[in-house]
């Protein structure tokens, strides 16, 4: 608390005893005059008033009194004057006008007979180190000259014999204050070289820095500048890329549209083809072959129209969800109608383990049954003389997994995460000699997020594949179908 209250004190000194006209080594030495011109003015002031305040009640009867307070009055004008000199004009003026006047106050302190011989010499001594100090460290000889000079002189004007011993130490003080004030000097001298080279490499790397930061500053705008017109750009292609996937959803709905119907007549009409030759008896075989040649064709491009329909609306968000109880012994029974022509085609035998007899399932049906069937046509049309495997049974407490193994050709391990983009197949040397567009699995995907699930595949080349559905265990715990009041969702 202290410090903090001394510091503006401190400043305020430290104003004052600047100075304003000379630079350099000279304004170092002024400011050490304007201090001991301070500390002067100071004790003078302080001694007029103790003078005055001695001397209040006799109003100065005494001369000597009188002259005193005169004197410290003239001495605390003269500092006063000499401190403005040294400010504003010149130092070296005002530091050698300060030393005279004080040699001059010293001698005129004593006894001329006392001073001569010696009794005023410590103070005579001070002029002559401060000459070092405020002038030049050369100068302590001139000064001691000049009080040996004096003290000379006033020996005969008193009559009285030289002081030799005076003069010797005089000038011994010259020389001790010679040799400190020039290793001082040097000392000085080195530090403001130092110091000015340490200013020159501050201002070096102040520039450098300056340099460095106006360069950072232009780089992060230019970066800012790419950053938004990239930004601008990404901006513009995705709103294009939307438009394009928005046309491309209506242009595949409004085609699968169009497509269907004329196939749908196409596959009418070689079913009739086929049902009245059977009929008649007596349509050429090679006909007969040819329309059913035609009737699958149309049922397989139906079918690839129908994928891509599919796919198309669940990309548009377009899809609805019937949620309802499934009986899972009835919905397996619906599976095996539909997929064990496709399982027996190869020669493959079908097994299914079902571990949830007792829960009733509740999902969309239709989604689930478009799921289950994906998956069981790709077993079969990969697997050849071999076994698929259907086993559902409950993971945990909340979800149910659906799984289908096969001891088909299998999948390689980098084509694993890509059978589920859109027309894509595992290019396993063998895929590419089968029917399908691709679209199966990712339907399936999609499907199963729909409906809260997923799917991942384990595979192994010509070991077979397992596919992995987990639904989450919407259930109700009963043998008989459940209404809709009594539906769980968990």
Known sequence: MLKMNLNPAIGYIKNLAEVHNDEGEWNRRGRTLNVILLAFIVLSIFGMLSNYGYQAGTLFEDESAWLTFVIIALSAISNITLYYINTYYSVKHAASAFLMILIALLFCADNPIETVWGRNMVPLAIPIVMAGLILNPNFSFLIAAIISIGSIVLAYLTQQSPNAFGVITYFALALISWLTTRNLETAIIDLNVVNKELDERVNLRTQELSYTNNLLEDERRLLEQRVSKRTSEITEMNAHLIQMSRIKDEFLASMSHELRTPLNAIIGYSEGIAEEAELIGTVDPIIVEDVEKIHKSGR????????????????????????????????????????????????????????????????????????????????????????????????????????????????????????????????????????????????????????????????????????????PKQVVETKRAPNSEEVVLI
């Not at 197949?425 to 809260?452: C, V, Y």
């Open 300 to 471: 397989h491009l139906l079918k690839i129209i129908n994928d891509i329909l599919d796919i198309s609306k669940l990309e548009a968000n377009q899809t609805t969800i019937h949620m309802n109880p499934i009986d899972l012994d009835l919905f397996i029974d619906k599976l095996l109608i539909t997929i064990e022509p496709a399982v027996q085609k190869q020669n493959n035998a079908l097994v299914i383990e079902n571990e949830c007899d007792d829960v009733y399932f509740v999902s969309d049906e239709f989604k689930l049954t478009q799921i289950m069937l994906n998956l069981l046509s790709n077993a079969a049309k990969f697997t050849f003389n071999g076994t698929i495997k259907l086993t559902i049974q409950e993971v945990g407490a909340h979800e149910i997994a659906f799984s289908i193994s096969d001891t088909g050709v299998g999948i390689p391990e980098h084509a694993q995460e890509q059978i589920f983009l859109p027309f894509r197949q595992a290019e396993n040397g063998q895929s590419r000699s089968f029917d399908g567009s691709g679209l199966g699995l990712a339907i399936s995907s999609k499907l199963a997020a729909i409906l809260s699930g997923s799917i991942s595949v384990e595979s192994a080349v010509g070991e077979g594949t397992t596919f992995s559905l987990i639904m």
